[in-house]
């Protein structure tokens, strides 16, 4: 059963625009919300994260939104260049473990 | 910079062997975990430990076993490999504590169960 959710699976967005990925969860004792990067054969990296007190982060061209409300938030990357090509995934931290769950993962093309 | 080195790229075994998939960190993290990558499945944890000796189950543990001998290096095992292990694992590392604190991944070692 997985606890984030996150859409669409597979996304194709021209160079210059702006691709969203969606994610909702439904633990509300998720501490912390990171978005990771990765790239074809390469480990996922840490992109961006945000924490439930705070409704936007931007960093560059990425920026996150959080709803708590709707349990949901979102990665946008604005100006999208054909560099950001890559799976991403958004997770949600369970404890102060730093134990993360995962989203299923958006394959993100961006064409020339 | 953290390093996090598996010690396969690729592997090939098959139903019934015992699989030992390595893992070591640089950067003297107290945590490890072991996660299985799937399509659509995003990536699942399998285990995880916060110290040596130490280990916690994590969502998927059935049919895996782990060791951490060492602060530095976490092993994961596979008992029987069966083909529904096939798969792409990912081992990662972090702090234990200290706020936010990232978690660092390896490329990954994709292994095929025939």
Redesign the interface.
């Given at each position: 059963q997985q606890q984030v959710k996150q859409s669409p699976q597979s996304l194709i967005v021209q160079k210059g625009g702006i691709s969203i990925i969606n994610c909702a969860y439904e633990n509300t004792a998720f501490d912390y919300f990171p978005w990771y990067q990765q790239f074809p054969g390469k480990g996922p990296a840490l992109l961006i994260a945000i924490r439930p007190d705070v409704s936007e982060k931007k960093e560059g061209r990425f920026t996150i939104s959080f709803n708590k409300s709707a349990k949901q938030f979102s990665l946008h990357i604005m100006d999208s260049q054909p560099g950001d090509s890559a799976t991403y995934f958004c997770a949600a931290r369970r404890d102060a473990g730093n134990m993360l769950t995962f989203g299923g993962g958006t394959r993100l093309m961006v064409k020339p | 910079d953290v390093k996090?080195t598996q010690s396969s790229r690729y592997l090939v075994k098959r139903t019934g062997e015992k699989v030992f998939l390595e893992c070591v960190q640089d950067m003297d993290h107290e945590?490890m975990?072991w996660?299985r990558q799937d399509?659509?499945?995003?990536?699942?944890?399998i285990y995880?430990s916060?110290d040596v000796k130490m280990k916690e189950k994590?969502?998927i543990p059935e049919g895996y076993s782990v060791s951490r001998e060492k602060k530095e290096r976490f092993s994961l095992i596979l008992e029987s490999a069966s083909t529904n292990q096939t798969s792409m694992y990912?081992c990662?590392s972090?702090?234990?504590?200290g706020g936010?604190?990232?978690?660092?991944?390896?490329?990954?070692t994709r292994l095929s169960i025939l």
């Amino acid at each position: 059963q997985q606890q984030v959710k996150q859409s669409p699976q597979s996304l194709i967005v021209q160079k210059g625009g702006i691709s969203i990925i969606n994610c909702a969860y439904e633990n509300t004792a998720f501490d912390y919300f990171p978005w990771y990067q990765q790239f074809p054969g390469k480990g996922p990296a840490l992109l961006i994260a945000i924490r439930p007190d705070v409704s936007e982060k931007k960093e560059g061209r990425f920026t996150i939104s959080f709803n708590k409300s709707a349990k949901q938030f979102s990665l946008h990357i604005m100006d999208s260049q054909p560099g950001d090509s890559a799976t991403y995934f958004c997770a949600a931290r369970r404890d102060a473990g730093n134990m993360l769950t995962f989203g299923g993962g958006t394959r993100l093309m961006v064409k020339p | 910079d953290v390093k996090v080195t598996q010690s396969s790229r690729y592997l090939v075994k098959r139903t019934g062997e015992k699989v030992f998939l390595e893992c070591v960190q640089d950067m003297d993290h107290e945590n490890m975990f072991w996660y299985r990558q799937d399509p659509g499945l995003g990536l699942r944890l399998i285990y995880f430990s916060y110290d040596v000796k130490m280990k916690e189950k994590g969502d998927i543990p059935e049919g895996y076993s782990v060791s951490r001998e060492k602060k530095e290096r976490f092993s994961l095992i596979l008992e029987s490999a069966s083909t529904n292990q096939t798969s792409m694992y990912l081992c990662a590392s972090s702090y234990l504590t200290g706020g936010n604190q990232p978690q660092h991944f390896g490329d990954g070692t994709r292994l095929s169960i025939l």
